[in-house]
């Protein structure tokens, strides 16, 4: 009963860093377009604009932000590699244990401030200092959502780790990488593979 209530919680979580990384992708071309808009406008109509370089600038905050917990839970963040690779599956979960540990705190840490900025941004009305001048309020409950999904993702990596160092096996059938026709490799979390 225990082991099932883990594996939902993980794969729930899994299932919302996804969607959340993905939507973030999907900003990208956005952010493209933006740029390229803004080329084209400033040189060869001579007219720049006021809004694409915030614009671009939130963008990309918003795509590196919310992406973050979808790196983790694909494994895509810097690690030393040297010491990792040479330990024992336990010892690499006692590692991830502490590291975790660490990153949540730190991450509660910045989601608390974030929240603060976010009700001085609401109560002052704070602007971005540019011609433009956007409210700064919608970046913060960006970040907001962006520290929450990298918490969730990271106590669910934490959970796993724990339950390998107890039984031994691991909770979730191990994350695949799936070839495509193309003989290109795509990224299928854990508990994703029907979606």
């Given amino acids: ?3 099932m209530a883990m594996m939902g919680y993980c794969l729930g979580v899994n299932r919302l860093v996804y969607l959340v990384g993905f939507s ?3 900003l990208m071309p956005l952010l493209a377009l933006t740029v390229a808009f803004e080329v084209f ?5 001579g007219s720049p604009t006021i809004w694409a370089y915030d614009v671009s600038l939130f963008l990309f905050g918003y795509i590196a932000a919310l992406g973050g917990a979808l790196a983790q839970q694909k494994k895509a963040h810097i ?6 690779l040479s330990v024992s599956a336990r010892f690499k979960s006692l ?3 502490l590291s975790y540990s660490l990153a949540i705190f730190f991450l509660v840490v910045v989601l608390m401030m974030c929240y603060g900025k976010f009700e001085e941004a609401v109560e002052f009305n704070y602007r971005r200092q540019s011609e433009w001048a956007p409210t700064m ?3 913060w409950i960006m970040m907001i959502v962006a520290c929450g999904t990298f918490i969730l993702q990271y106590t669910s990596d934490l959970l796993q780790d724990i ?3 107890l039984t031994e096996r691991q909770l979730l059938a191990q994350q695949e990488e799936i070839c495509d026709d193309n003989n290109k490799t795509s990224y299928t979390p854990a508990g994703m593979e029907d979606v």
């Fill in 1 to 3: 009963m225990f082991k």
């Fill in 24 to 26: 973030a992708s999907v």
């Fill in 41 to 45: 406008s400033r040189y060869v109509l």
């Fill in 79 to 84: 690690n030393v590699d040297v010491f990792y």
């Fill in 95 to 97: 590692f991830n244990l």
């Fill in 137 to 139: 309020a919608h970046f």
């Fill in 163 to 165: 339950y390998f160092l």
